[in-house]
C-alpha cells in the first residue's frame, strides 16, 4: 500500500529534526569537551593540538550530516514531484531513444548468464546490449554468447578482445553502440526491469550529461554483506540523492550508470591512467560544466566481498583510484574561482571524504584511547564514539525510512560503528599512505561466488 504524499513527507521531517535535535545536543557536548580538554592539556600543546583539531572534524561531521540528510530529503521531494508530472503527462512510449547497454566483462563466468538474462528483460522498447569480453581466461565469451543467441527480441552482441583493463573494454563497447544514449553495467549486476524508463527521463534536461543508478547489495547473508548493504544505502545512496539535488554527483557508479554518448566521446571517453575510471570519467564530466544526476528507482543489484580480506583489496583499490583521479585535477583546488565553485567544492568535499575522515577517525580512536588510558578520562572516549554512532544510527533510520529498506539495518549501526567502519578506514589510510609515496599496485579482481543466480 502506498503511503500518501502527506505520510512520505512526515517521515523525512522527523527524521530531520531528529538530527537538528541531535546536532544541538552535539555543539553542546563539542563546547563542553573542548573546554575540558584545554583544562586537560593546557601543558601539553601536542595533545592540545590534536584533541582541538579532532573537534573540529567531529563539528564538520556533524555539518556534513545535517547538510546531506537535508539535501537528500528535498531531492526526495523533487523526485516525487517529476514522478507525479511525467504520470500526469501521459505516455512517453513514442519518444524513448535508442539505448546501448555495455557489459565489460572479465572472468565473469559465475555470474554473465544471469546478468544477461536480467538485462534482457528489461522494461523498455528500444535497447540493444553489447557485452565486451575483455580477454578473459574462463567461459565467459562462450557463456555470453550462448545467452545471445537465446535472444530473439532483444539484440546482443557479444565481442572479445585481448585484455586492456576495464576502462578500454568500455571505450571498445562506446564504439560500438548505436544508440543515442549508453548505460554501462558491470557484469556482476543485476539491473532492475524500470531502470531504463527511470533513467532516460532525466535526459529531458539538456544540462544533464549522466546519470547514476542506486546500487545495492544483493548477497545479505553474512554480518560482513549486511553492513556493506547498510554503508551502501547510507554511505552511498544518501550521498548521491544529496549531490543530485545540485546535480554534481562525483561518482557514477560501474554497475549502473547512464551517459549521453555524445559527452563521453566530447571528454575523450574512460581513461586507463587510474584504478576508478568512473570516477575519473565523472570528474571530467563535470568539470567541462555539465550537470550529473541521479536515479534512485534505477537499481543494480551487485555481489560484494564476503570475506574480508577481499574487501579491504577492494576499498584500498578504490581509495588509490579515487585519489589517481582527484589528482588530475588538483588546478581547480587551487584556483576555485576560476574552474568553478561547484566543481571545486566537489573536488574538496571529496577530499574530506577520502582523507581527512579516514585519517581523522583512526587518529581519534588513538588519541582517545591514549588518553583514556593515560589519564583516566575515559569519558573523552564514550563522547567521540557515542556522538559518531548517534549521527550513523539518525542517519541509518532515515535512509532506511526513504530507501524502503529492510528495517533490520538499522541495529546494524552499531557494529557499523564499534568495528565495521574503522577497519574499512584503516585500509584507507595505508592505501592513500602508498599513494602518495608512489607504491606499485596491480588491478586486483573480487572473485566472483555466483551469488546472482
Not at 427 to 439: D, I, M, S
Request: proline share 4%; hydrophobic share 50%.
Amino acid at each position: 500500500m502506498r503511503l500518501p504524499p502527506i505520510g512520505k513527507f512526515a517521515y523525512g521531517l522527523v527524521a530531520i529534526l531528529g538530527l537538528l535535535a541531535l546536532v544541538a545536543y552535539s555543539f553542546t557536548q563539542v563546547v563542553a569537551m573542548a573546554d575540558a580538554v584545554r583544562r586537560l592539556f593546557s601543558q601539553d600543546l601536542v595533545l592540545l593540538g590534536i584533541s582541538l583539531y579532532l573537534l573540529v572534524f567531529l563539528c564538520l561531521l556533524i555539518l556534513r550530516y545535517l547538510g546531506l540528510i537535508v539535501y537528500s530529503f528535498m531531492e526526495h521531494l523533487a523526485v516525487m514531484q517529476r514522478g507525479d508530472a511525467d504520470h500526469a503527462g501521459g505516455d512517453r512510449e513514442g519518444r524513448l531513444p535508442l539505448i546501448s547497454l555495455i557489459v565489460p566483462a572479465y572472468n565473469e563466468a559465475l555470474v554473465i548468464q544471469p546478468a544477461l538474462r536480467t538485462l534482457a528483460s528489461l522494461d523498455y522498447p528500444d535497447y540493444e546490449v553489447i557485452v565486451v569480453d575483455d580477454g578473459s581466461t574462463d567461459a565467459t565469451y562462450e557463456l555470453a554468447s550462448q545467452v545471445a543467441r537465446e535472444q530473439s527480441h532483444v539484440p546482443i552482441r557479444v565481442v572479445t578482445k585481448r585484455n586492456g583493463g576495464k576502462a578500454d573494454a568500455l571505450n571498445t563497447g562506446i564504439a560500438l553502440a548505436r544508440g543515442e544514449f549508453v548505460m554501462c553495467v558491470d557484469g556482476d549486476t543485476k539491473v532492475s526491469r524500470n531502470a531504463l524508463r527511470a533513467m532516460v527521463a532525466h535526459f529531458d534536461d539538456p544540462h544533464i550529461a549522466a546519470v547514476a543508478g542506486n546500487v545495492k547489495v544483493l548477497n545479505r547473508e553474512n554480518m560482513l554483506t549486511r553492513l556493506q548493504a547498510l554503508e551502501y544505502v547510507e554511505g552511498l545512496a544518501m550521498v548521491r540523492k544529496a549531490q543530485s539535488f545540485m546535480r554534481i554527483v562525483n561518482i557514477i557508479p560501474g554497475p549502473c550508470g547512464m551517459f549521453r554518448k555524445s559527452v563521453v566521446r566530447q571528454v575523450g571517453g574512460y581513461d586507463t591512467d587510474t584504478f576508478a575510471e568512473d570516477c575519473d570519467l565523472t570528474l571530467k564530466i563535470l568539470l567541462q560544466g555539465w550537470h550529473v544526476g541521479y536515479e534512485p528507482q534505477a537499481i543494480g543489484w551487485v555481489e560484494t566481498p564476503s570475506r574480508l580480506l577481499d574487501l579491504l583489496k577492494q576499498r584500498y583499490r578504490w581509495t588509490r583510484g579515487i585519489l589517481q583521479a582527484m589528482g588530475k585535477h588538483l588546478e581547480v583546488l587551487r584556483h576555485p574561482v576560476r574552474s568553478g565553485w561547484a566543481q571545486a567544492m566537489t573536488l574538496w568535499y571529496m577530499l574530506f571524504e577520502g582523507i581527512m575522515w579516514p585519517i581523522s577517525n583512526v587518529l581519534g580512536n588513538i588519541f582517545f584511547c591514549y588518553v583514556g588510558l593515560k589519564y583516566g578520562v575515559v569519558v573523552f572516549i564514550a563522547y567521540w564514539w557515542l556522538q559518531l554512532l548517534l549521527l550513523d544510527v539518525i542517519a541509518s533510520a532515515y535512509c532506511v525510512i526513504v530507501e524502503r529498506e529492510e528495517p533490520w539495518l538499522i541495529p546494524y549501526a552499531v557494529l557499523f560503528r564499534l568495528y565495521y567502519i574503522l577497519i574499512i578506514d584503516v585500509a584507507k589510510v595505508l592505501a592513500t599512505l602508498e599513494q602518495f609515496r608512489g607504491t606499485h599496485m596491480t588491478w586486483g579482481k573480487l572473485e566472483r561466488e555466483g551469488k546472482l543466480s
